[in-house]
Nanobody
Framework: QVQLVESGGGLVQPGGSLRLSCAAS????????FGWFRQAPGKGREFVAA????????YYATAVRGRFTMSRDDANDTVFLQMNSLRPEDTAVYYC????????????????WGQGTQVTVSS
């Protein structure tokens, strides 16, 4: 089992930026793929971005492509989600998730989850 702890959420104005972090422990980090999902009030959890175990492949939801960038730092067992040009519709709790090797965009394929971090985009 992988333990995941997200941080970096907060309140930001439309057009602003935030960088989320997800610190992992308990498994060999370099063997893991990671995903970011989000859940807005009254809605189901949806896929945002994912990265493969080797960092060479990333995949983004259409709604965030070109604005969000996911990366990983294997030396510090941390993954990041850089969020630029934020919009009110990006407001949600953001969750980090982990699985072995290869990413998917399916929530059910990820076996480990963090507790989430709140992102609020509002003027």
């Amino acid at each position: 089992q992988v333990q995941l702890v997200e941080s970096g959420g907060g309140l930001v104005q439309p057009g602003g930026s935030l960088r989320l972090s997800c610190a992992a422990s308990g498994r060999t980090f370099s063997n893991l793929a990671f995903g970011w999902f989000r859940q807005a009030p009254g809605k189901g959890r949806e896929f945002v971005a994912a990265i493969n175990w080797d960092g060479r492949s990333t995949y983004y939801a259409t709604a965030v492509r070109g604005r969000f960038t996911m990366s990983r730092d294997d030396a510090n067992d941390t993954v990041f989600l850089q969020m630029n040009s934020l919009r009110p519709e990006d407001t949600a709790v953001y969750y980090c998730a982990a699985r072995t090797r290869y990413y998917t965009d399916r929530e059910a394929d990820f076996g480990s989850w963090g507790q989430g971090t709140q992102v609020t985009v509002s003027s």
